[in-house]
């Protein structure tokens, strides 16, 4: 799908939300690049793996994701001949116990998590490697003692070498003689060798080798020649200490190379999984389910909620292409209507990604080969375009593109022109893109659209809600209610004088009056309809309760019944045997 049409339906900020969600950078690959697709089978597959994910995250928070590192880079480089650091080392081993501790996770995990457990089934444990990089490699990324005991020995005359030498420093320190030589009385290394600061106007007092000076020239860092020798055995010792860490690097890497297919393989694996959980991650904090798949082009939003908006949050429910292919909102700015598109736009590009969406469980959609959006302010200063011109570019080139397996969402239809011309060419695109059995929701203000709506076969009117008495929209999308501007409440509740509101209806022709009673009635009626309903739908609840209660109390009643039966006729059996005796 077009990029810019996912940017318009903030589509990248779902994909920021996961990116949150995921443990790796190798998850988070994977994640920056999911976009929607429109095979069937693949979408199918990928909601179920969300759904595995979201369930398993509910019953086991604790999913092992740690460690897993992105050492491609350090496979290629081995697959190159070249030598692991210690450093990449110990991610090469961090990355093998990642993956088997999630594939012990998993080997534990209900057989019905199908999908997850088959992802899973594919790690290979590398035990032998894994415990000899940890054994040779320290988490600081340096190369343990205990690699070899060539290293270990090597390391142990290091260190008496070393003692050897600060003793040899630290007498000429404390001595007398040479304190009023040195500049501070501290051992520094210089060129890998230890060394002391003298004052420069000493130099001939303190034999040995100078290695450095100061910046100031005041100062002469020294090598004394009681220590040359030592200090020359030490950097022998540091040599070989080189050498022999070279050659454990060039062992385990050897060992990573024997192993390169495995870790390879594994390392897709976890990419695949860490993002899979992400999504999985992603819903349980969106509260989303995954939504049925139609095998046509319709869809069925229950109480869908924006996942961008945080607060105060209105549910909307809609339906297309079911008894209507095109639905157009009207009613006054502020209301919701975009909001109501993106919200579409959104759950369908989600869906196709194999994302859940946050509404009920019943919701579903179809696959759309295409959506196309024109949402927004599209005025271009530098192709000296208005906002009309650049809109009507947009529509042209969606009509140019349109098949009937897309989604349209107009925002404002023929907004930005004359009234008149305005709603005349908004009808005109509506009903080329209606015949071309494209599913099509348009906002629009023009009032001549609502009785669009009511003249055609499978179109059909919405507005969303408007409380004017608090003169605030409640958000609430209304199917089969065309919206109102409530332009006259909203200016006398607002301090506008009665004659002049009055005065303005008059100048209302007598069909735009009927026009707007009609749609005030229906509006009501609506509301009426929405309450009793509900009402209706309590009383259906409240009947079904107490109606289990009975049942339940029947069936107690006949255990009962059952039990006191029975110890009557154990009683009776008991009585005849004694009788009997």
Known sequence: MNDKVLTKLEYNKIINKLLDCCASSLGK?????????????????????????????????????????????????????????PQMLFEVGETIGAAHSLKRFCDNLSPKYVHVKELSDGLVVLTKLEQEI????????????????????????????????????????????????????????????????????????????????????????????????INNELRRLEVREEQEIQRILAVLTKLVNDNLAELEGNLDILAEMDFIFAKGKLSQRMDGGAPALYSDQRVKIIQGRHPLIVENVVPISIELGDSFDTLVITGPNTGGKTVTLKTVGLFVAMAQAGMHIPCEEGSATGIFQQIFVDIGDEQSIEQSLSTFSSHMTNIIGIIN???????????????????????????????????????????????????????????????????????????????????????????????????????????????????????????????????????AELLHQEVIEKLDFLQHKELDLENREKAVLRKAHEEAAKIYQEAKL
């Open 401 to 535: 593109k349109l098949t009937p397996a897309s989604l349209v969402l107009m925002d404002e239809l023929g907004a930005g022109t004359d009234p008149t011309e305005g709603a005349a060419l908004a009808m005109a695109i509506l009903t080329y893109l209606h015949q071309s059995g494209a599913k099509t929701i348009a906002t629009t203000h023009y009032s001549e659209l609502k009785a669009f709506a009511y003249a055609n076969e499978r179109v059909e009117n919405a507005s969303v809600e408007f409380d004017s008495v608090s003169l605030r929209p409640t958000y609430k999308l209304l199917i089969g209610v065309p919206g109102r501007s409530n332009a006259f409440e909203i200016s006398q509740r607002l301090g506008l004088k009665f004659e002049v509101v009055a005065l303005a209806k008059n100048y209302l022709s007598q069909e735009q009056v009927k026009v707007t009673d009609l749609i005030k009635n229906l509006e009501e009626n609506q509301l009426i309809s929405q309450q009793e309903r509900k009402q």
């Open 134 to 229: 940890k054994r040779c490699i320290l988490p600081e990324g340096e190369v343990a003692d205990t690699a070899s005991p060539e290293l270990n020995s090597i390391r142990a005359s290091k260190r008496s070498k070393q003692g050897q030498v600060k003793e040899k420093l630290d007498n000429i320190l404390r001595s007398t003689a040479f304190q009023k030589y040195l500049q501070e009385p501290i051992v520094t290394i210089r060129s890998q060798r230890y060394v002391v600061p003298v004052k420069v106007e000493y130099r001939a007092q303190v034999p040995g080798i100078l290695h450095d000076q100061s910046a100031s020239g005041a100062t002469l860092y020294i090598e004394p020649m009681v220590v040359v020798e």
């Open 29 to 85: 690959d994977l994640a920056s690049q999911l976009k929607p697709i429109t095979n069937p089978k693949t979408i199918k597959v990928w909601l179920e793996q969300t759904s595995e994910a979201k369930e398993i995250w509910r019953f086991n928070p604790m999913v092992p994701l740690g460690g897993i590192k992105d050492v491609g880079p350090h496979l290629t480089k081995v697959e190159k001949g070249g030598i692991l650091t």
